[in-house]
């Protein structure tokens, strides 16, 4: 990989000194100075620093053959192409292959693409490919050296092995001298010399064949839009329609299944050997979204607004075919699931959301079992990052379950793929320099966490985890040198690997088929022996070799943004209480967990690491937008469920014709399933009002609600009603209710009572009167007439 600012060259103030040091070649110069044998080769001296100007780059486009075989062609041909990048013309631009000594650890395997050039020090003779290139003109170059050869110039390979390889442009800027100006760096895997004149060909050691298990990752970056509840007959929405492209001809996904299919065909796989090496690790996901996207789906124009306008995707019939195709290979060879939209674990678990950790580690399975139809290998767990944080161990402590983990962030006490971190917490080591590698391909190369945990990188340039990307041949040539390494080493433990790319991997049609060809190869050459991936689980529950994990603080810092892991902590406790609310109807066609999933997926896919840990910073900010406007999409649909439930306002002035009249009130539910709720009131003390208990609203209805009330004021007051899910959260906002009542009250109350006795004394004065023959002295005055 062509590390950021490593590239030597020459700017227009100093002429005097080019050729001075090992960075400047002269061009027809002999080799270059060989490193001291049994020595740690030395690292690129001359960075190119940001303030310095870059002429001319260099770019691989092929290598013939792409691994060397006792079979293949004695000659290696390299084609490329050299462009004019700088600001002024370059004169005798001319190019040649070196290669340095075959790397004989695993940590060189990055480490090797940074050597100083003067390692390479086996070399062939510069080609002039232009006398003069002016800028922004290219040309290209075929470059061709023998293997070995005992009359004239050679790349004098004689034995088996994995050679870092270097093609060096040389030129002259204007106003400068010449000078080297550019590189590309590449590993050539050589699993047998070819015959070569009288010289027999030379095999592989195939005396102790390694163990080989492969992932094929199958998963994407999250696509269905945030904040859209389940629904029965609604299609689903995209934020984009970037997987018709995937899913179709010539599409990343399409080929990763393609590639697939050509390496286990019957005729080329007859004893399943290949077959028998490979897992599949899908994303659940992508099989929820393409399995949508085959009864037709819109694509939104605008994905923070979910419900907003949108149009038609374009991708039913490749999500019909890809789905298909899939189903069938999952059917004839091991299948498991990753982690719901390759979700974060460190970041779930400290949301500390017992029901979200398992949608994303222990559901994905079910979900995979039931779109592809299969039995896909269980407790298995792959963290995206290749590494656990110690929160997340310990969440996955209570069920056995073993990690899926980079060798480089676990220290075993013997070099072995299976390990013990506790009673039911077991392990199994991916290979990391492959994995990283293999992350590298493809069209958004990725540098995973676990490089920065590595125990041994004295070989590794300081700035090696910030790679600036060299050519997808070049960076091809890298993966499959990779995998061919611990095939040829015999002094590499364990002896077994699991080659692990990324999750959401960038590689082409291409880049798969090399890959596969590659395992393909190890395995017929008798290098490598499959070993089926349950296999290797089954021996893990056994294994008494222990384990620790190394920092994990890398995977943590390429999570989500905590504003993320915030709103999830905020929202799903609301998501809970909802779904707990809402009425399960047998006879009804969607239920409350169906409706309230996808938004806790949706924090799920908030909290995806796909994108975050590519070279190109773009990449990683476009993931982290992604991931706020999902977010927030999720806040603004559980505001809404929230408020389309709620106590509708009489108006006015409701008045009860008596003290102790009930107070009628509408209750509407706008959800499309029924709801139980409470009644939540806060009246004044003057005012009386019973508990009703739980009610429940028909969906999409309303429900008129008789509350018992007692009021001994004739005054207005004011009285507050709400309702509640069953725990209590606040459903709608409060509705204001102005009471009257026709109710006289204790005053009026006791005028009446003073008045009725005052009228009952006159009365009875009036008859005492009377009974005894005497006037009332009330009737002095009044004349008979």
Known sequence: MRTAFRRAAVAALVMAAVGAGPAAVTVGAGPAAAAPAGSTPAHSQSPLTPNETKFLQLTVDSTSPTTVTTSSTPTVVVTGTVANVGDRPVDDVSVRLQRAPAINRSSDIRGALDYDQTVFDTVGNFDTVATRLDTGQSVPFRLTLPLRSSTGLSLDITEPGVYPMLVNVNGTPEYGGAARLDDSRFL?????????????PIPPDTGAPIGVSMLWPLADTPRLVGGIPGSVSDPIRLVDDELATELGAGGRLRGLVDAVVDATKPEVDADRRISDSLCLAVDPDLLITVENMTRGYQVVNDPSDPAGPSHDGAGREAAVQWLDEVKSLAGSMCTMSVPFAQADLAAVTSVANPDLFQAAIAHPADIVDGILGVDSVRDLVWPESGVLDPATVTALAPTPTTALLADAAVRTTSPQLTARISDSLHTLAFDSPTAAALAATGTHPQTPSYLTTAPESTATAPESTATAPESPAARRQDAIGAMAFAALTSTELPRGRIFAPPQVWSADRADAGAVLTMLATLIRSGLANPQALPALLATSAGTTNTATLDDADQGTTD??????????????????????????????????????????EDLLRAMSTAGRRDTDRRVVEQAERAATVRADNVTGAVDGLYRAVTVVSPGGVYTLASGQSPLLLVARNELPLAINVNLQVDAPPEMQISDIGPKQLPPRGSRQLTVPAEMNDSRKLTVDFSLTTANGHQLGEPTMVTVRSNAYGRPLAAVTATAGGLLLFLAGRRLWHRFRGQPDPADEGYERS
């Open 559 to 600: 999570g989500p943004q905590p504003s993320v892991i915030a709103t999830a902590t905020r929202q799903l406790p609301r998501i809970d209480a909802l779904e707990s609310s809402l009425v399960d109807d047998p006879q009804a066609p969607l239920s409350p967990g169906r409706f309230t999933a996808p938004l806790r």
């Open 188 to 200: 050539l895997p050589v699993l047998g010399v070819p015959a070569s004149g009288t010289e027999a």
